[in-house]
């Protein structure tokens, strides 16, 4: 039982706010602060707003937008400069013949080269490096088939190999025709059914061919081959890096070598980097 006189002090206790009747208990720091910071009141109410809006708009409050994602991050793409710089110096490497499930081929060839000289195995270490450049550029993880120029191989089968192993999403073949000097243009090569590795992504390779060929005749003005294909388009099954590709890929013959006008372009490093700019707005089409 509480006496009158001590209730009377409890209620008059009480009336100076609910923290003291039943509400949380006041710590220590809160019995020794300021009375204005102890204020209850509306005014005070008033005066913490006033404090959020004012420190809302600061720099530190606002939270930082996220940074923009790469369009290609995540993404795997295999680049296979054809052929290589040293390979004619090693015949009994590049000789030697492998099975691309439709006929027995040489692991690898010279290529082909300008009338003046430019190897066609420079043409194609130079534009994917360029193209592997703007793929990385634009956040994906790029692997090439060979390290240098100076090598020899790896052979077509191991090329392929490459492309599976790192289970790229997408995978292409640079290389420039040595065709008679009297046709000019480009053309890409897709794969076909074989009952093979290839078969269940030759309707993706397909579709990664049309929008290279799209994306290189309009970003390099090359016109569509004038000797072989259709429409810029040639459907092969002889190619061990097609046949034995289990990732969408494609081949793009850049131009013919052996033709004065695209020898020209494909000489000049500007034109080199056209081309791999076009590629990469392909392969971005592709996977985005």
Not at 260 to 268: E, I, N, S, T
């Amino acid at each position: 039982m509480i006496s009158r006189p001590l209730a009377a002090a409890v209620l008059g206790l009480c009336g100076l706010g609910a923290v003291a009747c039943g509400g949380t208990a006041s710590s220590d720091a809160d019995a020794t602060a300021p009375k204005a910071a102890q204020n209850t009141g509306p005014e005070a109410a008033g005066t913490v707003s006033q404090v959020s809006a004012r420190t809302a708009g600061t720099p530190a409050a606002k939270a930082k937008p996220p940074a923009a994602a790469k369009p290609l991050a995540g993404k795997v793409i295999v680049i296979d400069p054809g052929h290589n710089g040293g390979n004619y110096r090693h015949p009994e490497i590049i000789n030697k013949q492998v099975n691309v499930l439709t006929q027995w081929k040489a692991c690898d060839t010279t290529g082909t080269s300008t009338n003046d000289g430019y190897s066609e195995a420079a043409f194609t270490w130079d534009v994917s490096n360029r193209l592997a450049k703007d793929l990385r550029a634009a956040g994906a993880t790029v692997k090439l088939t060979r390290k240098d120029n100076t090598s020899v191989g790896p052979c077509i089968t191991e090329r392929a190999a490459i492309g599976n192993h790192a289970k790229a999403d997408a995978a292409i073949s640079i290389h420039g025709d040595g065709a008679p000097a009297g046709g000019h243009g480009f053309h890409v090569i897709i794969p076909k059914k074989i009952n093979g590795p290839v078969d269940p992504v030759v309707d993706d390779s397909r579709r990664l061919g049309l929008l290279i060929r799209n994306a290189y005749h309009t970003g390099t003005g090359v016109p569509y081959s004038t000797y072989i294909g259709k429409n810029a388009l040639d459907v092969r099954d002889d190619l061990g890096g097609l046949n034995l590709s289990k990732v969408p890929k494609v081949f793009i013959e850049c131009g013919n070598m052996r033709n004065a006008g695209d020898a020209a372009k494909m000489k000049d490093p500007r034109f080199r980097q056209h081309v791999a700019d076009s590629l990469a707005k392909a392969f971005q089409a592709y996977l985005t």
